[in-house]
């Protein structure tokens, strides 16, 4: 179990080092170096703009969480409703295929004595419509102009999305299998004879899609500012799918923070919008600064109060 474990830290030390020299290549490729003096020329009241976006982002999806908690019979403060969405946000960033998103489930089962399958419930459901509004508006480049890769990406993420959505519907089914085979199989014996899924109305359901809807839309207005800030009024539906095709590429990625395919990506896609490619750096560096990196700070510092809070329940 020790030589899993430091193996899947091996391999993300890896992949991180790996996003760190594509990021590396994509800044020196750009020429923003020798020219770094057009991170000093941007309009300062709309990157202040930018950053309130990014903060009302983090907000809804506080505000997400605390709606999905009640609609799971657990009460939650607006407190600990940001203690554990924004720490988890540096755990799922800094771990492959966001899973440190899990820690949100851990806290309410300590926290709240909430079932563990439950706090796995909610978390499916924040990010199978986040998947889903991403892909969906990735989608409409079908409408200006396909490329491999960007097909690629969007099969990808289509079967990803049929794959959970099967799995959701179809989770009794697979539970009543590990169930039956539970004795069989030696580390299925850890699995709680409670583990169950508890499915929302559709009412609730649509709930949390309107809020995510809100929460990925404030991500694509902030972009948007931060390239006007820069000089540049560009097409905010063009701006949006390529947006999306950047995120779902630094997912598919695996390498944590999506670093470096994400900022090579979403470049790319700026320079096909008519942006020089040291201002495209330059849009993509402030974005990621005002929003990823700036949000993984956050939520390491909020991570330290969580767990103080975390280590004072008794168990």
């Known amino acids: 179990m020790e030589s899993i474990k430091n193996n899947r830290k091996f391999l993300q030390i890896v992949m991180l080092l790996i996003g760190l020299l594509i990021l590396v290549y994509v800044i020196l490729r750009s020429g923003i170096i020798e020219n770094y003096q ?7 009241p709309l990157i202040i703009l930018a950053f309130f976006l990014s903060l009302s982002t983090i907000a809804l999806r506080v505000y997400r969480w605390k709606f999905l908690s009640e609609k799971y019979n657990t009460t939650i403060s607006w407190h600990d409703a940001s203690l ?19 820690y949100k489930a851990y806290y309410m089962q300590k926290c709240y004595a909430m079932s563990f399958f ?7 459901y924040e990010r199978f419509f986040e998947l889903m509004i991403l892909f969906l508006a990735a989608s409409a480049i079908v409408f200006i ?31 009543s299998l590990l169930e039956r085979y539970s004795t069989r199989i ?30 990925l839309g404030s991500e694509f207005v902030r972009l948007w500012v931060v ?4 000089g540049y009024s560009l097409n905010p539906v063009l701006l949006t799918i390529f947006f999306c095709l950047s995120i779902i590429a630094g997912l598919a990625s695996q390498i944590p923070l999506g670093v470096g395919v994400m900022e090579a990506s979403l470049g790319y896609f700026l320079i096909l919008l008519g942006v020089a490619s040291t201002d495209a750096m330059a849009i993509v560096l402030t974005d990621r600064l005002i929003s990823m990196y700036f949000v993984l700070i956050l939520g390491f510092v ?14």
């Open 38 to 44: 057009i991170l000093f020329s941007v309009i300062i």
């Open 186 to 215: 030696p580390f299925l014996k850890k699995i709680p004879a409670d583990f169950k899924i508890r499915k929302l109305p559709f009412r609730d359901i649509f709930g949390v899609f309107i809020i995510t809807v809100f929460s």
């Open 145 to 175: 102009e396909l490329k491999g890769i960007t097909v690629i990406i969007l099969e990808v993420t289509a079967v990803i999305l049929l794959l959970l959505l099967f799995f959701y519907y179809k989770a009794d089914y697979f539970l």
């Open 302 to 315: 909020f991570s330290k109060f969580a767990a103080d809070q975390y280590s004072g329940v008794p168990e």
């Open 84 to 102: 554990v969405s924004i720490a988890s946000l540096f755990y799922a960033n800094i771990t492959p295929g966001k899973i440190g998103d899990l």
């Open 227 to 230: 390239a006007l800030a820069f």
């Open 118 to 124: 439950d706090g796995i419930s909610m978390i499916f």
